[in-house]
């Protein structure tokens, strides 16, 4: 499994029906990111109100903050496997709308917990366990949406239309740095401690609800209606239309794929997380920064990430997957560890490292922009859902959801202020060999021409 081959299942639809594919896969990923952003933004808040009994450090409560954010992290590819073993076998649709429930009532929960003083320890226990159920919907989300954006991409748009994931990804992160940022300006350090912490969380309700009306008018893809046609057919003719289809390709293909796709985004995975979301936490503990400091530098980030995201899914469209994600990767290696020399430089400009930061978000995005349509392309429809989503969360899972986690302890016990980039380029290093075995084997005009086909 590799690129696309004619009767692949990559089909597209009218391009109302793409639009609408568009809106509602992207407004689902969007609420996934601002929540994982607003808890990253708030990892500090967060690590105060529910993991400080008293007595206890507050470097021990941020490590405790970050395995929390670590565990949900762990259950998407569970999720990725549940819901996406669902989609391939009833539709995409179904599941979409079953993950942005359970998606807003977690998240939505979150803002009304009760805090460590008020129930003890019981506090830290239903943060966590609404986390999982995060977790859960979100490795469910991702494979689900991207199958429903690239199967109704026009030909040729594949690169273009599953970029608009990763876009909405930065939109999530910035709404979340921007509520975060408005809360810290309009409300007193002790109000936001008490209870302005809150108030994002509580806000993905109606966001939540306004993207389940969404996947309600959201039609089955075309490449999956196909599917269900032609099991249909096997089965009237006496086969078994699961698991003898002809489009099912062998266990052992399928897991090779996973692999090498999780570690073909991996790089975009950990210098994603660590750049976008673990870079205000470690700003304040490590650099020094005011809180308000950390969340410009943090949105500035996110600006340089989103920039690129769509140039890269459409240059990528025309030139390959392989070589805009591998410069990205490349970059990442090379500047990781000037950028934070940079940061760490008293005697630098504000604008100066504002600059750097941007130019940080920017080259993540290189990756973010085709990675999701490079990822679909490797599986047939008959186990997309599964197969994408399993790369995708296992590799968030392991360098994304961790990164807080292995970056503030490995600080702490090192005393080295360099960790950050030394993980960033590490990571995207292997990511850069295993794009390197991405074999493209169409130009752009030929592959338009066996999307039509197929």
Same mark, same amino acid.
């Given at each position: ?50 993991? /400080? ?9 941020? *490590? ?34 079953? *993950? ?7 998240? /939505? ?8 003083? #008020? *129930? =003890? ?46 876009? /909405? ?15 810290? /300006? ?19 309700? %109606? ?13 089955? #893809? ?27 390709? %062998?266990?052992?293909? *399928? ?38 400091? $950390? ?12 920039? #690129? ?18 410069? =990205? ?8 560890? %000037? ?5 760490? &430089? ?71 202020? &360099?960790?950050?980039?030394?993980? $960033? ?21 030929? #592959? ?7």
């Amino acid at each position: 499994m590799g690129s696309p081959a004619p009767g692949s299942g990559l089909r597209g639809g009218g391009p109302e029906r793409s639009r609408r594919a568009l809106v509602a896969g992207s407004v689902g990923n969007f609420i996934e990111w601002y929540e994982f952003g607003v808890y990253g933004y708030f990892a500090t808040v967060i690590a105060a109100r529910f993991f /400080t009994p008293e007595g206890g450090s507050e470097v021990e409560a941020l *490590v405790r903050t970050y395995a929390s954010f670590a565990l949900a992290f762990f259950f998407r590819p569970v999720g990725a496997a549940l819901f996406g073993r669902l989609g391939d076998r009833v539709g995409r649709r179904p599941v979409l709308i079953l *993950v942005i429930a359970l998606m807003t009532a977690a998240t /939505t929960l979150i803002g009304a917990l009760p805090t460590y003083d #008020t *129930v =003890g320890a019981l506090a830290p226990w239903l943060l966590t366990f609404l986390r999982v159920l995060q977790g859960l919907s979100a490795g469910g989300e991702f494979g689900g949406a991207v199958s429903v954006m690239t199967e109704f991409a026009p030909p040729g748009r594949r690169g273009l239309y599953g970029s608009w994931q990763s876009f /909405t990804v930065a939109l999530g992160l910035l709404g979340g740095a921007g509520a975060a940022a408005l809360l810290a /300006t309009v409300l007193t350090g002790a109000q936001l401690n008490s209870w302005g912490w809150r108030l994002p969380f509580l806000l993905t309700l %109606p966001m939540g609800l306004g993207a389940l009306w969404l996947r309600l008018r959201l039609d089955e #893809t075309p490449s999956f209606q196909a599917l269900r046609a032609r099991r249909a057919e096997q089965a009237d003719a006496g086969g078994d239309g699961e698991e003898r289809h002809p489009d099912r390709p %062998p266990g052992r293909a *399928v897991a090779r794929a996973i692999a090498l796709g999780a570690g073909r985004v991996m790089g975009w995975a950990a210098a994603g997380y660590t750049f976008l979301v673990v870079l205000p936490s470690y700003l304040q503990s490590s650099l020094n920064a005011t809180f308000q400091q $950390a969340l410009v530098a943090t949105v500035l980030a996110n600006l340089g990430f989103a920039v #690129t995201i769509l140039p890269a899914g459409l240059l990528s469209d025309r030139i390959g997957r392989r070589p805009v994600m591998l410069a =990205g990767a490349l970059l990442v290696t090379v500047l990781a560890v %000037p950028l934070l020399d940079l940061l760490q &430089d008293a005697g630098r400009s504000h604008l100066l490292k504002g600059a750097a930061v941007f130019a940080a978000g920017a080259v993540v995005g290189l990756m973010a922009g085709p990675g999701p349509a490079m990822l679909s392309e490797m599986f047939p429809t008959s186990v997309r859902h599964t197969g994408l989503g399993l790369a995708y969360a296992l590799s968030n899972a392991v360098f994304s959801g961790c990164a807080g986690l292995i970056i503030t302890e490995t600080v702490e016990r090192t005393g080295s202020v &360099d960790i950050p980039a030394y993980y $960033a380029a590490a990571t995207c290093a292997v990511s850069a060999l295993a794009l390197l075995t991405l074999r493209e084997e169409r130009t752009p005009r030929a #592959t338009r021409r066996a999307q039509v086909g197929s």
